[in-house]
């Protein structure tokens, strides 16, 4: 399990995933959220995530916010029965503040439901992990 997050860390610093980064403005949000999954199912670690993003409905009915698919990424747990999500926004001057608004309302509902919560920001980017693995989730995220 160590060797394969060390791999992971690995190509996330060097850039070898392809798929830019939180910090420079340049990060392919849905394919970082499918590798962290994939990461996830290679260690075992916790419940398996989806392989896809979910579509606009999805994030409407989770955050009320209409984004296009460019401004967000969201992967949940392949069980329906396991509340399991990662969500990474980007943000810029006329949408932060509405995103932090709804990301913080989706916290406080998945807190009041017993679920842990993490979230962050780096850059132009937030971003949001809920359930069981929060914590692995948000550490795999910071690195981005």
């Known amino acids: 399990m160590k060797k394969v997050l060390l791999a992971a860390c690995l190509m996330l610093l060097c850039g070898c995933g392809g798929i830019g980064s939180m ?12 590798q962290m999954a994939q990461t996830m199912r290679e260690a075992k670690v916790g419940v398996m995530m989806n392989e896809t993003a979910n579509d606009t409905q999805t994030l409407e ?25 990662a969500a990474i926004f980007k ?23 017993g679920l842990p919560v993490q979230t962050g920001e780096k850059g132009d980017y937030l971003y949001i992990a809920i359930g069981k693995d929060a914590v692995w989730m948000r550490n795999y995220l910071k690195g981005l």
């Open 23 to 34: 910090t420079h403005g340049s990060l392919d949000m849905e394919r970082a959220l499918t």
């Open 61 to 85: 009915s989770l955050y009320g916010l209409e984004l296009s698919e460019e401004e967000y990424a969201l992967i949940c747990a392949i069980r329906a029965d396991v509340t399991q999500e």
């Open 91 to 113: 943000c810029n001057a006329q949408n932060r503040s509405i995103i932090e608004t709804r990301v913080n309302e989706r916290a406080d509902a998945a807190r009041a439901q």
